[in-house]
């Protein structure tokens, strides 16, 4: 594959909000996940963080099937991370986990045909038959001793998620309509993909003076890192000439969150900190894993991660995921259909 096809993910407000709901097969930042089995789903223990063992939180999560592969029809990866900033002061931390999940076109869960995109109507009928974690959304098989009407995925949500819930505990409310103030969970958005090359490339841009429509107007706005913003960030490996091209080549598409290059190789922000990828662990199956996409800093802030002096925050220079290159399908007796991905985090001083 070329290094010029790579799909560039862009955040938007979605037209309407079944969009983001999982018969539509999003590609989504943030909210609940919106799980492709809903049924098969990650265990608690596989949601942890490998370095305060507390729950992860949904990241972030791009749909993208394998034409090649049968059972590749519909084909999604997610990612968690964790939210506590100290996870990520050591780069050898793996605050970040990714999973694959792949069905065929005939599968349990969703019609052969795809849904209506201009209607809602598909939404309506689809909805998750495994009971999910009232705060998080993950796999929720504690139930609330008192109404037993909700779940969690542990101890710690359901306390965190107390104090919305009492009001409503044992209550004839109807919890899905209740607006949650859900604080754990980080903002939803949709993630548009388009082709760097289609968008035009960097040469054509720089002829053009940068006035050009569809993303690059938007490089003003709050969510963008300017290329001073990501010096600064960097501090003193500005020097860098891997930083250099880092800085070069997203230059024209500044609000990019995430490069997807299956096949290719990551756009790495520092000489330091790269994993070779002869040392990418190999699958559970197995087989060998190739690059699927990256998360860029740019998401970071729109996530509203604020750091202070005192407290260390959620950070990374780039999230390289790395997916088996065999789309393996879990065992017959697993129950959860979602295959380890691995995440390698790149910080941006080491
Ligand atoms: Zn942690
Ligand atoms: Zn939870
Ligand atoms: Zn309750
Ligand atoms: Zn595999």
């Known amino acids: 594959m070329s290094e010029e096809s790579v799909d560039l993910g862009f955040l938007e407000t979605p037209e309407h909000e079944w969009r983001l709901h999982r018969c539509y097969f999003p590609s989504k930042v943030g909210g609940k996940p919106a ?39 519909h084909r999604s990866i997610v990612v968690f991370c964790c939210k506590n900033g100290n996870c990520y002061s050591q780069q050898e931390h ?17 019609p052969f045909d795809p849904p209506d995109y201009e209607s809602g109507k598909a939404a309506q009928s689809c909805t998750n038959p495994k009971k ?13 001793a008192k109404c037993k009407a909700v779940n969690y995925c542990g101890r710690d949500h359901q306390v965190l998620d107390w104090k919305n819930h009492k009001p409503v505990c044992g209550q004839e409310t109807n919890l899905d309509d209740k607006e949650n103030d859900n604080t754990i969970l980080f903002p939803e958005k949709e993630i548009v993909i388009e082709s760097e090359e289609e968008l035009g490339n960097s040469e054509e841009l720089q002829q053009n003076d940068g006035k050009c429509n569809g993303h690059v107007s938007q490089s003003s706005s709050s969510t963008s890192y300017s290329a001073t913003e990501l010096e600064e960030a960097v501090g003193k490996q500005s020097e860098d000439k891997t930083f250099t091209k880092f800085k070069w080549k997203i230059a024209n598409y500044p609000d990019q969150v995430v490069r997807f290059h299956p ?42 991660v604020e750091s202070t002096i005192d407290q260390a925050t959620i950070d990374w220079a780039t999230v390289a995921v790395y997916a088996c290159s065999q789309n393996c399908q879990p065992v017959t007796d697993d129950l959860c259909a979602y295959i380890p991905c691995f995440a390698w985090r790149q910080n941006f001083l080491i």
């Open 35 to 73: 799980w492709l089995d809903p049924k098969n789903l990650p265990t608690t223990k596989m949601l942890e963080c490998k370095n305060c063992c507390k729950p992860m939180i949904f990241l972030l999560q791009l749909y993208a099937p394998v034409d090649e592969h049968e059972h590749c029809f």
């Open 94 to 110: 793996q605050t970040v986990q990714a999973f694959s999940c792949t069905l065929p076109r005939n599968n349990l869960f969703y």
């Open 132 to 144: 999910l974690c009232n705060l998080c959304g993950a796999a929720g098989n504690k139930t609330c």
């Open 263 to 304: 096949g290719g190789k990551p756009l790495w922000c520092s000489a330091k900190g790269q994993i070779k990828s002869d040392d990418v662990p190999n699958c559970p199956c197995g087989a060998k894993r190739k690059f699927e996409f990256q998360i860029m800093p740019q998401l970071l802030s729109y996530l509203n």
